[in-house]
């Protein structure tokens, strides 16, 4: 069974500031897709970011970017020039595609706070 | 506009009595989706379905019934058999494409007493 980790309960960040939100996961699969979900307090799920696996080169949009470790099971999300509006709880999560189709299996969330 | 519309946004029950959620989408998406959001626990998997007049139990199946006659609505029933059904709920939908975006709905908070 797929497993994600997010070992930060909270985190806090000034504004400006750049902070990473880790996440690991274990699979035996070899092909499959990771992605940061964000969560503000208005509770509306939203796709930040999204790796493929078979991809090397680190996914960025924006201010979001990912570090990737394939063999280590990681997918950190980095937010850099932190706002306000990015104080959400952020969900990491796992696609495995099967027989019954796509399966998104989530991690515990890390609430992030930005500070002024 | 597109989107997912999950109704209502609250709902109290007595103990012991089956309660339905709705979620509609108008994205055209195949697959349809239902988790529970607890402190904590992050997004557990319910049901989903990838065609009409098919489904598949998630994580935490026991004590929920879903149906799926229209590509459009996937209701969650809680039933009574459900221990714990005090907690949020969200619908997502998607393609069926490999590592396609879920997209989700606002939520109903459930609450039983």
């Known amino acids: 069974a797929q497993t994600v980790t997010q070992s930060q309960p909270e985190m806090s960040v000034q504004e400006a500031e750049t902070v990473t939100l880790s996440c690991t996961y274990d699979t035996s699969e070899s092909n499959y897709y990771l992605f940061w979900y964000k969560q503000p307090p208005s509770r509306q799920m939203i796709l930040v970011i999204r790796?493929?696996?078979?991809?090397?080169q680190n996914a960025t949009e924006n201010r979001f970017s990912v570090n990737f470790q394939k063999a280590a099971k990681s997918f950190s999300l980095k937010i850099s020039d932190s706002q306000l509006g990015d104080t959400a709880m952020y969900f990491c999560?796992?696609?495995?595609?099967?027989?019954?189709?796509?399966?998104?299996?989530f991690g515990a969330g890390t609430i992030l706070r930005v500070k002024s | 506009d597109g989107g997912i519309t999950q109704s209502p946004k609250y709902l109290f029950r007595k103990e012991g009595q089956n309660v339905t959620l709705s979620c509609e989408q108008n994205?055209?998406?195949?697959?349809m989706y239902w988790y529970r959001q607890d402190p904590g626990q992050g997004l557990r998997l319910i049901y989903y379905s990838q065609i009409v007049n098919d489904f598949q139990k998630g994580d935490i199946a026991e004590g929920y019934s879903v149906s799926r006659e229209k590509k459009e609505s996937f209701p969650l029933t809680v039933t009574s058999a459900q221990k714990n059904p005090t907690a949020f709920y969200l619908c997502a939908s998607s393609t069926t494409d490999r590592g396609s975006e879920a997209f989700f709905g606002q939520g109903t908070r459930l609450t039983v007493v």
């Open positions: 999560a796992f696609m495995k595609h099967g027989e019954y189709g796509n399966k998104l299996v």
């Open positions: 994205l055209n998406h195949d697959a």
């Open positions: 790796q493929e696996a078979y991809k090397q």
